[in-house]
C-alpha cells in the first residue's frame, strides 16, 4: 500500500501575497487530474470565506496527488503554507515537512519583501528550491528581468527560472516535470521508531481536531496507540487519511508520505504544530527538531460595546464566541480583564497584526457580537526591584499593567528585523520613515537596476499601527515589506497616561520612549479632541507621566445644539436624525458621563500629524 | 412603468392605489376626528435660494394653469375628508406669490367650496399665505384679501443688502416697509416678518439693528431663524469650498439671547424655539405642527399628519400631475399609526414650544407602551431639571432658557427612552 520513497516528492508553493500561489497550487492538481476543471475555478486549498476574501491562505493544508512521469507514477504531496509573517513558525514548520519548494514570484511585480523572507527560511530548511516566474501572459510581464532580480536578491540562477502562467496553463507541464527530477526524494528513515512531525492542526465540529502531519520514520496505522511526545499526551488514531484534495480514508501511512489523522482530541490546545507524533508503547528516544510554542507578540483588548438592549449578556456573549473561536485557532491567547472604561472583556494576544485582524473580524463574523478593540500592544520586559532588593523579570502586554515608575529598573521591548523593497527613488523617504520610528539601519543591496532592498532594525512598537501603511504611501504603493521578530532590547520608555475629565483611562495609556514622550501624549490628546464629541459639558482632556501632567486639551461643552427650523414637513426626517444620533453611541463607551467612540482607543497608536 | 420612491411604486392611473393619499383617508378608523389644519404647498420659484432645501422649480414649462387645475382636483377629494370648520390654512412654497392672479382667484374659489371656512371668516381662524416682498402687490394682496386670506408671512430676512446679497436674496431690503403698509392698505392685518441671523459676516450690532427695524415695522409676529446649513444646498456646497466662515458658536447664541430680548421688550414673547408673538397673536397653524394635531396637505412635497399616519405628497410636479387618484396624490414615506413613535414625536415637537408639553397625555401614551416607561421618562425629565435644562409647571414639562439651546440633545435622549423602554 505505501508507496516507494524513491517515488515521493514533499515541496511548498511560497510567494509574495497575490503573486498567484493558490492559483498554481489549483493549477497543478488540475494538471495531474485531482479535480475537474470546475472545481479548480476556486482557490481549493484555502477553506475559510475569510481567506478567500483576504485573498491569503491562513491555515496549512496537505494534498496528495499523483502524477506518471516516464511511465512511473509518483506520489506529490504538496503542503500549502500560510503567506504573510505573522504565521511565520507555521510555515517553517510547514517546510520542515517538505524537501522541497517553488518559489513564485510575479513576473510583472518582482520580487518582493515577503519573497525573500520565504525564500531565506526554505533556505534555511535547506530545501531546493524552484524558482517560477508566474504571470507571464501579463501584457506588462517582464520574465528576463525579473529573472535577473532572483538571481540578484536570492542568489538563484536567472536561467534556471520555469516560466509559468497559472491562469492559462503554460509552463505546467514543465514544472511538473521538474518537481520529479530536481526535486529529492525524501530521506530514508534514520530510527526504526515511528517519528511523524505535525505541522498543522484544525478543528472540526464533528470529528475534533484533525492533525496534519508528515511520517519521517516508520509507519502510523488506524487504531495505532499515539503519543504527543512535547506534550506528553497520548490519543489513539480512529481515522487515517489524505486530502486528494477530497478527503480519502488510508489504513496506514508510511515514510516519506503525508496525510491526516483524527483521534478524538477535544481540543486544539492539545496539539502543537511542530510536536512529534511517535507510538505509546514504542516511543522514539528524541523528538524531530524545531519545535516551539507559538510566541504572542501583538497584544490588545476586546471588550463588547455597549448595547443597552442587551445589558449584562454582551460579555457573556463574548466568551462564549472566544471560547468557540480558540477551538478552531490555538494560537490567540486570552484571558479576562477589567477596564474602568470599558468594563469586563479579554486581554489577547496574536502572532502578529493580521493575525489580529483576522480573529477580530472572525469574532464579529461568526460569534456575533459587536467588539471594542482596544490599540494594539506589544509585549515588554520589565525587571522591577522588590522592596528587599531583588530584581525580577515582568512581562507587560498592557501599558496600563507597568508598576510603579519608581520600582522599575528597566523596560526592554522585541525588536524586528525588516527588510524592505522600494524603487530607487523613494530609498530617501522610506529611510526617513524608519529613522522617525526609531529604527537602525543595518545595510541594502541592489535588487535589480531600479530597485533596492534595505534592512533595518525596528522596534515591533514602532510599526504594529500604520508603518505598512505609511511605506505605501511613501512608495506610490510599490515598497513592500516583512519582518521577524529577532531579541529585545532595554531602551528608556516610560508610560504615558491619559486623563478624561479628570478619570485616568488606562486603555489610552502608552508605552513610549522618554524622547518623544511629550510630544506623543500631546499629539494623543489633539487626536482625542478630534474624535470625542462635544457633550453638554466641558471635558478636559491630560496627558501625563507619572503624575506630571505634561498637556492638555479641552473639549467645550455643547452650549447650542437645537434645529432652528422644524414645522410639519420636517416631523420625520427630524425624528430619524435624532433617532440615529442615539444609534451612533452604540459603539461608544462610556467613562463617567462622557461618551468615547472606539476610534479614539485607535488613536493611541497612530502617529501620523 | 412608474417610477419608484422608497420602495413604494408610484401608481399608474386608475391602478395600484397603495400608494396614493387616498388609501390612508380610506383606513382611518371612523372615530377619527377630521383634520382642522390644511397646508397647501405652491412649489413654484423664480430662483432657487442658496440656503433653501423645500421643494421648489424654476418652472420653464409654463405648467402653471395645469397645476391649478390639479391642485383644485386634490383640494376637492381631501374636502369631503374635513367637515368641520376649518382652523387654520397655510399656503407656502416655493414663492406662492408667483402663480398667477388669475389662478390665485380660482384656487381661493375652490378653498371656500370645499372647505368649511366660517371660523376663518368670522376672525377665530387663520388663513396665512407667505409672500416675498419682491412679487407682492397691491392687486395681490387685494385677490388674497377677497379669498378670506387674514395673515400674511413676509421673508424679510435681512434688511442689510450685504447679507442679503449672501443669502441670495433678490429684494430691496427698503421694500419690506412698503409691502407691509401694501398689506395693511388691503385689509390684511396680520403680519408676520422672517429674519435670519448667523449669517456669514454678520455682526451682533448688525442684528440688533435689523431687529429693531423690525419692531419698528410694527409687526404682530416675527420668526428669527440661525442659517443652517442644510445637506445638499448651495449654502453648504459654499460653505465647504471655503467662500466663507460661519458665524462661530458664541455669536449665535448671542444672537438667540438678543432676539428674545428686543422683541420680549417690545412685546413680542418666544413662544417657540424660532418664533416670537404678541400675546394671542401666535401662529394657529404652526401651533398645529408643534401640537401634533393633525393636518391635510395639497400639492407636491406637502407633509400631511391625519389619524397617526404620517406622509408626504410625491416631491415630483411632474408625477404629481400626471398619477391621480380620483383627485389624491401619490405619496411616499408613508408611516402607520404607532403610539411609541407619536409620543417620541409629540415629545420632539411639543418641547419646541415654550408652553412645553402636558405630562397627562404622555404618561397616558406610556402607560400603554410598557409599565415602567412613565418612571424612566420622569427620572430622565428629573435630570435635566436638576441640569436647569427643563422645569415642570401646572404638570407641562418645559425646557428652560438655557434648555432651548440644547433642545435637540435633551430631546435625543427622552426619545431614547420612549424607543428603549
Known amino acids: 500500500m505505501t508507496t516507494d520513497i524513491k517515488h515521493i516528492r514533499n515541496f511548498s508553493i511560497i510567494a509574495h501575497i497575490d503573486h498567484g500561489k493558490s492559483t498554481l497550487a489549483d493549477r497543478l492538481l488540475q494538471a495531474t487530474q485531482a479535480v475537474t476543471a470546475r472545481e479548480a475555478r476556486n482557490q481549493l486549498l484555502d477553506s475559510m470565506d475569510l481567506e478567500r476574501e483576504r485573498g491569503i491562505t491562513i491555515k496549512a493544508s496537505a494534498v496528495t496527488v499523483h502524477h506518471t512521469h516516464n511511465g512511473q507514477e509518483y506520489m506529490l504531496n504538496f503542503i500549502d503554507t500560510p503567506g504573510h509573517v505573522d504565521f511565520t513558525y507555521e510555515v517553517s514548520r510547514a517546510l520542515k515537512a517538505c524537501e522541497g519548494a517553488i518559489l513564485v514570484v510575479d513576473a510583472a511585480q518582482g520580487v518582493q519583501a515577503q519573497t525573500v523572507v520565504n525564500a531565506y527560511l526554505a533556505i534555511e530548511q535547506d530545501l531546493d528550491i524552484i524558482s517560477v516566474l508566474n504571470k507571464i501572459d501579463l501584457p506588462g510581464a517582464r520574465p528576463d528581468d525579473i529573472a535577473m532580480e532572483i538571481e540578484q536578491a536570492l542568489g538563484m540562477a536567472a536561467e534556471d527560472c520555469i516560466l509559468v502562467s497559472a ?36 478543528y472540526d465540529d464533528y470529528r475534533g481536531v484533525i492533525v496534519y502531519f508528515r511520517m519521517f520514520d516508520g509507519t502510523l496505522k488506524t487504531g495505532d496507540k499515539i503519543r504527543m511526545m512535547g506534550l506528553g499526551r497520548n490519543f489513539s488514531i480512529t481515522e487515517l487519511g489524505k486530502y486528494t484534495p477530497k478527503p480519502e480514508k488510508v489504513k496506514s501511512v508510511g515514510p516519506g508520505e503525508t496525510g491526516y489523522l483524527v483521534a478524538a482530541i477535544k481540543t486544539l490546545g492539545d496539539v502543537r504544530v511542530g510536536d512529534t507524533i511517535t507510538l505509546e508503547n514504542s516511543p522514539a528516544d528524541q523528538p524531530l527538531s524545531g519545535y516551539e510554542p507559538p510566541q504572542q507578540m501583538v497584544f490588545c483588548d476586546f471588550y463588547p460595546s455597549t448595547n443597552s438592549e442587551k445589558k449584562n449578556n454582551d460579555f457573556e456573549e463574548l466568551r462564549d464566541a472566544i471560547n468557540r473561536l480558540s477551538l478552531n485557532d490555538s494560537s490567540f491567547t486570552f484571558q479576562p480583564v477589567h477596564s474602568e472604561a470599558l468594563g469586563f472583556g479579554f486581554r489577547c494576544g496574536f502572532l502578529g497584526l493580521l493575525h489580529m485582524d483576522i480573529i477580530q473580524e472572525r469574532l464579529e463574523r461568526e460569534g456575533d457580537v459587536e467588539i471594542v478593540q482596544t490599540a494594539p500592544t506589544v509585549s515588554y520586559k520589565v525587571q522591577v526591584r522588590s522592596k528587599k532588593g531583588l530584581i525580577k523579570e515582568l512581562e507587560i502586554h498592557n501599558p496600563a499593567d507597568l508598576p510603579d515608575a519608581g520600582t522599575i529598573v528597566s523596560i526592554a521591548e522585541p525588536m524586528c528585523r525588516v527588510n524592505i523593497i522600494s524603487p530607487s527613488e523613494f530609498v530617501g523617504e522610506v529611510m526617513k520613515l524608519c529613522l522617525e520610528r526609531r529604527g537602525i539601519y543595518k545595510h541594502q543591496t541592489l535588487v535589480s537596476a531600479t530597485r533596492q532592498m534595505m534592512t533595518f532594525e525596528i522596534p515591533l512598537a514602532e510599526i504594529i499601527y500604520d508603518f505598512y501603511d505609511k511605506l ?3 512608495t506610490s504603493g510599490y515598497g513592500t515589506m516583512d519582518y521577524e521578530i529577532t531579541q529585545y532590547h532595554n531602551d528608556n520608555l516610560v508610560k504615558v497616561q491619559v486623563l478624561i475629565n479628570a478619570e485616568p483611562v488606562e486603555a489610552l495609556s502608552l508605552i513610549c520612549h522618554k524622547d518623544r514622550a511629550e510630544f506623543r501624549g500631546r499629539q494623543l490628546l489633539t487626536k482625542l479632541k478630534k474624535q470625542i464629541p462635544r457633550h453638554q459639558f466641558e471635558i478636559p482632556l491630560q496627558a501625563a507621566i507619572g503624575g506630571k501632567i505634561i498637556g492638555r486639551e479641552t473639549i467645550k461643552g455643547f452650549r447650542k445644539n437645537v434645529t432652528a427650523k422644524c414645522y410639519g414637513g420636517d416631523v420625520s426626517r427630524k425624528r430619524k436624525l435624532l433617532e440615529a444620533q442615539k444609534k451612533g453611541k452604540k459603539r461608544m463607551k462610556s467613562v463617567g458621563s462622557v461618551q468615547i467612540p472606539q476610534e479614539a482607543f485607535m488613536a493611541v497608536l497612530d502617529q501620523s500629524e | 412603468m412608474a417610477p419608484q420612491y422608497n420602495h413604494i411604486v408610484l401608481p399608474t392611473l386608475g391602478q395600484c392605489p397603495s400608494a396614493s393619499a387616498r388609501q390612508v383617508f380610506l383606513a382611518l378608523k371612523p372615530q377619527t376626528s377630521p383634520a382642522r389644519a390644511l397646508y397647501i404647498h405652491i412649489p413654484f420659484c423664480s430662483h432657487k435660494c442658496d440656503y433653501c432645501d423645500f421643494y421648489s422649480l424654476v418652472d420653464t414649462r409654463d405648467r402653471q394653469n395645469v397645476f391649478t387645475d390639479r391642485l383644485i382636483r386634490e383640494l376637492r377629494a381631501l374636502g369631503s375628508f374635513a367637515p368641520e ?25 375652490e378653498l371656500n367650496d370645499s372647505f368649511d371656512l366660517s371660523r376663518i371668516q368670522t376672525g377665530q381662524g387663520e388663513f396665512t399665505v407667505e409672500c ?8 395681490f394682496l387685494g385677490i388674497l384679501k377677497a379669498g378670506s386670506v387674514d395673515r400674511v408671512s413676509f421673508g424679510a430676512q435681512s434688511f442689510e443688502p450685504e447679507h442679503l446679497k449672501t443669502l441670495q436674496r433678490l429684494h430691496d431690503p427698503d421694500r419690506v416697509e412698503l409691502v407691509i403698509i401694501m398689506a395693511q392698505d388691503a385689509g390684511i392685518v396680520r403680519q408676520s416678518l422672517d429674519l435670519i441671523y448667523a449669517i456669514p459676516g454678520q455682526t451682533l450690532r448688525q442684528w440688533q439693528r435689523d431687529l429693531q427695524r423690525a419692531v419698528a415695522i410694527g409687526v404682530e409676529h416675527i420668526s428669527c431663524y440661525n442659517l443652517t446649513y442644510e445637506p445638499a444646498t448651495a449654502m453648504t456646497a459654499r460653505l465647504n469650498q471655503g467662500e466663507f466662515t460661519p458665524a462661530d458658536e458664541d455669536l449665535e447664541i448671542q444672537s438667540f439671547e438678543l432676539a428674545g430680548k428686543v422683541l420680549g421688550e417690545a412685546g413680542l414673547m418666544r413662544y417657540e424655539i424660532s418664533n416670537f408673538a404678541q400675546k394671542g397673536c401666535e401662529s394657529l397653524h404652526n401651533l398645529a405642527y408643534w401640537r401634533s394635531e393633525s393636518w391635510l396637505a395639497a400639492g407636491p412635497a406637502a407633509a400631511a399628519h391625519v389619524g397617526g399616519h404620517r406622509y408626504r405628497n410625491t416631491p415630483h410636479l411632474g408625477q404629481y400631475l400626471d398619477f391621480d387618484d380620483q383627485g389624491f396624490a401619490p405619496i411616499m414615506d408613508h408611516e402607520q399609526p404607532d403610539t411609541r413613535r407619536a409620543l417620541a414625536e409629540r415629545l420632539m415637537m411639543g418641547l419646541r414650544l415654550v408652553e412645553g408639553v402636558d405630562s397627562d397625555p404622555i404618561y397616558r401614551a406610556g402607560e400603554q407602551i410598557n409599565e415602567h416607561l412613565c418612571d424612566q421618562l420622569r427620572e430622565c425629565v428629573l435630570k435635566q431639571i436638576e441640569a436647569g435644562l427643563m422645569a415642570m409647571q401646572d404638570g407641562r414639562w418645559q425646557l428652560t432658557d438655557a434648555g432651548l439651546l440644547l433642545t435637540d440633545g435633551i430631546v435625543a435622549e427622552l426619545m431614547d427612552v420612549v424607543y428603549q423602554a
Open chain 1, 472 to 474: 505605501k504611501g511613501l
Open chain 2, 132 to 139: 416675498n416682498p419682491e412679487s407682492t402687490t397691491p392687486e
Open chain 1, 167 to 202: 491562469k492559462t496553463g503554460q509552463g505546467i507541464d514543465e514544472l511538473l516535470e521538474t518537481i520529479i527530477e530536481k526535486l529529492p526524494q525524501p530521506p530514508a528513515p534514520t530510527t526504526n521508531k515511528t517519528r511523524a512531525l505535525i505541522f498543522d492542526a484544525i
Open chain 2, 85 to 109: 370648520p376649518l382652523n387654520s390654512i397655510f399656503i407656502g412654497g416655493g414663492t406662492p406669490s408667483l402663480l398667477d392672479a388669475s389662478l390665485w382667484e380660482r384656487l381661493l374659489g
